[in-house]
């Protein structure tokens, strides 16, 4: 489905990525581990067009798709969730998830929620018309992951989606990501720290050091002789 060969990913002259190639395949999960400042969110940033790679190639679904902009990437199949969230805090939750299918030259609202969205995040659906604001942490991290998932995308980038967010419902987006690879096969690539919610989803890891893959395999080969600690604080 996705796939990078030899790609470097930059803020103007300076290099982060450097040629890194790495693969996720069709209903599949896959993990981007790595320290902060390893690169990660600067990796997925290239893949989505925000900073095209300076080399190499990105390919999804056979076609090229580095040198595209980020909005005709994302009409391609790919939907992307911030580590920053980017909640609308001002609207409300139903408006939120509208804007996953907004038309990016205009950005105004069109078509209505994708009612399978609230079969995964029930929550969202008992406060659909609550602003934005009202939400904790954990349910706009699933109201941001709702957003993405409205524009029906075959491959969803998730940033570091555990991110200050109480265990019991980092368990819970766990949950649904597995339930959106399985029923839905939709493909989801996950930068992350947190190594519980890697192990209950990811079918496969890649482990990032300053811009470099340094190693990669399942969670337990590479759990197997400490491979894991030698590049990550655990």
Known sequence: MLQTQDIRVGYGDSNVIWDVDLEVGDNSIVSIL?????????????????????????????????????????????????????????????????????SQEGMFLKD?????????????????????????????????????????????????????????IVKDIGRQLNRLSSERDISVLIVEQNLDLVENVADYCYILESGNIVDEGDLEELTEGKRIEKHLSV
């Open 112 to 168: 209505e929620v994708e009612e399978f969205i609230f079969e995964y995040f029930p929550a969202l659906e008992e406060k659909r018309n609550a602003k934005g604001s009202t939400l904790s942490g954990g349910q706009q991290q699933q109201l941001a992951i709702a957003r993405a998932l409205n524009s029906k995308p075959k491959l969803l980038l998730l940033d570091e989606p555990s991110e200050g967010i109480q265990p019991s």
């Open 34 to 102: 790595g320290r902060n400042g390893s690169g990660k969110t600067t990796l997925l940033r290239g893949i989505i067009g925000q900073n095209p790679p300076t080399k190499g190639t990105i390919t999804f679904d056979g076609e090229t798709i580095s040198g595209m902009k980020p909005h005709q990437i994302a009409a391609k199949g790919i939907g992307y969730v911030p580590q920053s969230r980017d909640i609308f805090g001002n609207i409300t939750v139903e408006n939120n998830i509208r804007l996953g299918s907004a």
